[in-house]
């Protein structure tokens, strides 16, 4: 037998990574739509508004520019890395050089690389859970292990620190630190933030901290940023323009962090990508240059949005929503439905009703599953009033007849 027959394929690293739900389940609505069928998809991650006409307009110059369409620096424009400096400093007060800057592609391409750089095999990564779905994938690529710390809508989905510390072991290297997060939208009080950072710095973990929805609360609810209350040495922001300025489709991140983890996740994106498209770099020198007008006119449009997203949501039987406080996701527990009889059929998981959901009432959620928690669905309320209002009408039309 040829031995080359045993091995597997597909690298057991890489098997072990699974497709990304939320995009999956965006695909499936949006080829659902192609094929003419009137889908509402709550699933995307995004902005619904365009990017704002001056970050265009720079793109377009910067095209135009020689310079832009040559390599340059692998770590990223100098000009940019200044400017999120400044914008660091203005927005969670956290003082940073330019050096202590990786321009990314994407958020993503950041949390990849914070793992990469800071785990060994079996350090373990301490994530609240309900989580984003690319975390798990991101520590486990890295060879780390993630724990996890499990809220539920009893607490609008907040760790405490009594959790985290029962969470902890001997090979707990990183914190994982979400605030808006990621598909709750709870948002820590600066008091609870505080009190996990003293906690992190007293048992000398490291925190990766995602920043990436700062701007996105709601309600009186304020952002703090964690890097207040960690050494310096031992704290790793993660960001990007995606959420803030409407460019999910630029892929400019970052990743910011003491000099040496910054120079070791440089070597590693040298190898790996190398610059980010110079002309996506100009377009969000614009963005993070300019001031916060355009996201102050989404954030407005956001939170109309969420409260009629909410209030919706509690108005169905069995259907449970706490007040997400920012980002733009709703995270309702959906438990009291299960089990029940719908149109024939009984789904007994969050992942079986939503497929139902997609099919009877062609509405896309994405199910608990993808963020740890099955039970419940994550609906973005990224989109316009008119589709959120439907779309959540006809989940509660179609929940209606369960019995
Ligand atoms: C919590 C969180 N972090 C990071 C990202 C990465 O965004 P991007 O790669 O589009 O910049 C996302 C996108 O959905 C996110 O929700």
Redesign the pocket.
């Known amino acids: 037998m040829d031995p080359m027959s045993t091995r597997p394929r597909i690298s057991t690293r890489i098997s072990a990574i699974s497709e990304s739900a939320t995009l999956a389940v965006d695909a499936k609505a949006k080829a659902m739509k192609a094929a003419g069928r009137p889908v509402i998809g709550f699933g995307a991650?995004e902005p619904d508004f365009p990017t704002p006409g001056y970050i265009v307009e720079a793109a377009v110059e910067g095209a135009r520019d020689p310079k832009n369409h040559k390599y340059t620096p692998a770590g990223g424009l100098p000009e940019l890395k200044q400017a999120i400096a400044d914008k660091t400093r203005r927005d969670s007060g956290f003082a940073v050089e330019a050096s202590q800057v990786l321009v990314t592609n994407?958020?993503?391409?950041a949390?990849y690389e914070a793992f990469a750089t800071l785990l060994d095999p079996g350090d373990e990564v301490l994530a609240v859970a309900p989580y984003?779905t690319?975390y798990p994938e991101a520590i486990k690529l890295a060879g780390g292990v993630q724990v996890d710390v499990v809220t539920d809508e009893s607490t609008g989905y907040l760790a405490s620190v009594e959790q985290l510390e029962a969470a902890r072991t001997e090979r707990t290297k990183v914190l994982l630190f979400?605030s808006p997060s990621?598909p709750t939208g709870a948002v820590y009080s600066r008091e609870q933030v505080e009190a996990i950072g003293r906690w992190a710095t007293e048992h000398g973990l490291w925190v990766v901290t995602?920043e990436?929805?700062e701007h996105l609360v709601y309600g009186g609810a304020e952002f703090t940023s964690i890097a207040h209350y960690v050494p310096a040495d031992h704290v790793v922001i993660?960001n990007?323009v995606?959420?803030t300025y409407a460019m999910?489709g630029w892929?400019v991140?970052w990743l910011i962090g003491p000099k040496d983890v910054v120079k070791a996740a440089t070597n590693l994106q040298s190898h790996a990508t190398s610059n980010v498209s110079n002309v996506a770099q100009v377009a969000a020198l614009a963005a993070v240059k300019g001031d916060l007008t355009a996201v102050a006119e989404m954030r407005e449009a956001f939170d109309r949005r969420r409260q009629t997203m909410v209030r919706m949501l509690n108005e169905i039987p069995g259907v449970f929503c706490p007040e997400p406080k920012g980002a733009f996701y709703a995270y309702p527990s959906v438990k009291g439905v299960l089990g029940k009889e719908i149109r024939g059929r009984r789904p007994q998981t969050s992942a079986e009703l939503a497929e139902l959901i997609l099919e009877e009432a062609e509405v896309a959620v994405v199910p608990g599953e993808a963020f740890g928690t099955p039970g419940y669905f994550r609906l973005s309320y990224a989109l316009g009033d008119q589709d959120l209002a439907e779309g959540v009408g006809r989940i509660a039309k179609l929940l209606s007849e369960a019995v």
Do not use: E, F, P
């Not at 994407?106 to 391409?109: D, F, I, R």
């Open positions: 991650g994407g958020g993503k391409q949390v984003w690319t979400v990621n995602d990436i929805y993660l990007g995606a959420k999910t892929r991140g």
